[in-house]
């Protein structure tokens, strides 16, 4: 589990607060997210390892028998 790292606003700037903060949701689900990672990517930690789960296989390898290449 990550933290957020804390951030000192801007001198002169008014205070966040988290009303200001646009409401940002999953893209899968609809639930809103609450960490910076997830609204980077804008999907929630559940989906992510949902995704996770579903990625292509890795493939397998081959050798293949070759004449070596001249002046080698």
């Not at 804390?6 to 700037?13: H, I, N, Q, R, V």
């Not at 804008?42 to 070759?66: D, I, M, N, T, Y």
């Amino acid at each position: 589990m990550t933290t957020e790292p804390e951030t000192t606003p801007l001198p002169g700037a008014p205070e966040p607060s988290g009303e200001d903060r646009p409401r940002v949701t999953c893209r899968m689900c609809g639930r809103p997210l609450r960490d910076r990672q997830a609204r980077l990517w804008g999907l929630g930690v559940e989906c992510r390892e949902k995704l996770a789960v579903r990625s292509a296989p890795v493939p397998r390898h081959w050798e293949v028998e070759q004449e070596a290449l001249p002046g080698m």
